[in-house]
């Protein structure tokens, strides 16, 4: 890539390159701002999804575990009888959220009073199961909204960077070398100009 633009080095090009550099300089200053305000976000809610992750997985362990116990008291055929006619363990809402210009799916999710079973034959563990299985369900809405929260702010701070690398080590010193390229070229005009000048009346002294 060329260390500068192709721009006719005139004074009107000068002043309006250096306008751009300056706003382009101010645009370098917020992209760090913001650049520094995702990192300290992804960190935070990266120890956040961590937590959740880890709960998370305790939680399916002992929703299945739980399940396991059921299945062997109830048998399967009878399980998927009465699983059949359950109503929902969990309500759940979904909106939009926003940090940084980030969107991302802000989730909640609650427990819902268990409905008593009318089939005949279930087995004590049958609720443990159903309220094992429904914090579960909660677990799992949390942590993917933390999960997708976490990917989109990284994905926004990789952005971020990228703008920020091609300022710094791209487009602005382009601009610079663009102007120190035309401030050298009107000194030497205007050196060029005055020994022309100062030639001219030398000759004229001499005729004099």
Do not use: C
Request: charged residues 25%.
């Amino acid at each position: 890539m060329e260390q500068r633009l192709k721009v006719p080095p005139t004074k009107s090009n000068l002043l309006r390159l250096k306008r751009q550099v300056a706003f382009l300089v101010q645009g370098h200053t917020l992209l760090e701002r913001k650049k520094d305000l995702l990192t300290r976000l992804v960190y935070e809610r990266l120890g956040h999804y961590r937590k959740l992750r880890k709960q998370a997985r305790q939680s399916v362990q002992d929703a299945y575990r739980w399940l396991g116990i059921t299945h062997m008291r109830m048998g399967k055929q009878k399980l998927g009888q009465v699983a059949m006619g359950l109503s929902l363990g969990i309500d759940v809402h979904i909106l939009p959220r926003s940090s940084l210009g980030v969107q991302y799916p802000a989730v909640t999710a609650e427990r819902l009073p268990l409905q008593p079973v009318a089939a005949l034959g279930t087995d004590a563990t049958l609720d443990e199961t159903r309220a094992r299985f429904a914090e579960m369900a909660v677990m799992l809405a949390r942590l993917g909204e933390a999960e997708t929260a976490l990917w989109r702010l990284l994905e926004e701070q990789r952005k971020t960077q990228k703008r920020v690398n091609a300022l710094k080590y791209n487009v602005i010193p382009r601009y610079r070398n663009t102007i120190a390229f035309i401030v050298s070229t009107l000194e030497e005009e205007e050196r060029n100009t005055l020994f022309q000048i100062k030639v001219l009346r030398e000759q004229e002294a001499s005729h004099a």
